[in-house]
Nanobody, 127 residues
Framework: VQLMESGGGLVQPGGSLRLSCAAS????????IGWFRQAPGQEREGVSC???????????FYADSVKGRFTVSRDNAKKMVYLQMHSLKPEDTAVYFC??????????????????WGQGTQVTVSS
């Protein structure tokens, strides 16, 4: 199983970025997908969790720090999950990872015990 993040970069405060998550070895449609971030010298922070698209009543959760600014979406045809980030702040600077877990389909909160994650993509918010 491999997850692959892309779409990071340097953006000015107030700007937007869209991160993408792709996978090999599993079908993203059937898994809950989490995003978390890691800034230098800081603990890992869960950003969001979106339930499997097979869950008709599945939920998406966001950390309070990103609620209203970040949105997770899926493109089932492309087998991709996206993290759309708006109104970015310098404190959003971090390496962002998408993640999932074995047989994990429904989110119950922002974070969960991750089994798989990618190498991450760097997001830098700076003027």
């Amino acid at each position: 199983v491999q997850l692959m993040e892309s779409g990071g970069g340097l953006v000015q405060p107030g700007g937007s970025l869209r991160l993408s998550c792709a996978a090999s070895g599993l079908d993203l449609d059937y898994y809950a997908i989490g995003w978390f971030r890691q800034a230098p010298g800081q603990e890992r922070e869960g950003v969001s969790c979106t339930s499997s698209s097979t869950m008709t009543d599945g939920s998406t959760f966001y950390a309070d720090s990103v609620k209203g600014r970040f949105t997770v979406s899926r493109d089932n045809a492309k087998k991709m999950v996206y993290l759309q980030m708006h109104s970015l702040k310098p404190e959003d600077t971090a390496v962002y990872f998408c993640a999932t877990a074995h047989l994990y389909h429904r989110c119950h909160g922002v974070e969960f015990p991750y089994d798989y994650w990618g190498q991450g993509t760097q997001v830098t918010v700076s003027s």
